[in-house]
C-alpha cells in the first residue's frame, strides 16, 4: 500500500513540475491576447491557463486511453530497472494518466476560481 502511494505522490510531484510550464504558457497568452483585446483582466488569463491546460492534460489522457486499448503498448519499459527505482507499482501509461488527472484537478480548482471570483 505504501509503495501505491509513493508512486502517486511522485506523480503528482511531477504533475506540478509540469503544470508550472503550462500555468506560465497560459498566462503569457493571457495577457498578449488580454492587451490586444482590450480585455485583460486575472478573469481573462485564468481562463487561458484552463484552457491551454485541457488541451494537454487531454492530449495524455488521449495517449493513456490508447495504451489501454492497444495492450501491446503496455509492455515493460526498455529500461525497467531505472524505471523501479522511481515507481514501485505504476508502468508507464499508469503515470501518463495520474500526471493528467491531478492536472485536472489543478484545472478544476482554477475553474472554481474563475466562476466564484470573476463570473467567467
Not at 492587451?35 to 486575472?42: A, D, E, F, Q
Not at 503498448?73 to 499508469?94: A, D, P, S, T
Not at 493528467?100 to 471570483?117: E, H, K, N, P, S
Request: hydrophobic share 55%.
Amino acid at each position: 500500500m505504501s509503495e501505491k502511494l509513493y508512486d502517486i505522490f511522485t506523480c503528482t510531484k511531477i504533475a506540478t513540475i509540469i503544470f508550472i510550464p503550462i500555468a506560465l504558457i497560459g498566462t503569457i497568452v493571457g495577457i498578449i491576447l488580454g492587451i490586444t483585446n482590450s480585455v485583460l483582466s486575472v478573469g481573462y488569463t485564468l481562463s487561458w491557463i484552463f484552457n491551454i491546460g485541457v488541451w494537454i492534460s487531454s492530449f495524455g489522457l488521449f495517449i493513456a486511453a490508447i495504451a489501454f486499448v492497444k495492450p501491446k503498448h503496455m509492455r515493460e519499459l526498455n529500461h525497467q530497472k531505472e524505471w523501479r527505482k522511481h515507481f514501485y507499482k505504476m508502468n508507464l501509461v499508469g503515470v501518463i494518466f495520474t500526471i493528467c488527472v491531478v492536472q485536472y484537478v489543478y484545472l478544476a480548482i482554477i475553474d472554481v476560481l474563475r466562476y466564484y471570483m470573476f463570473g467567467i
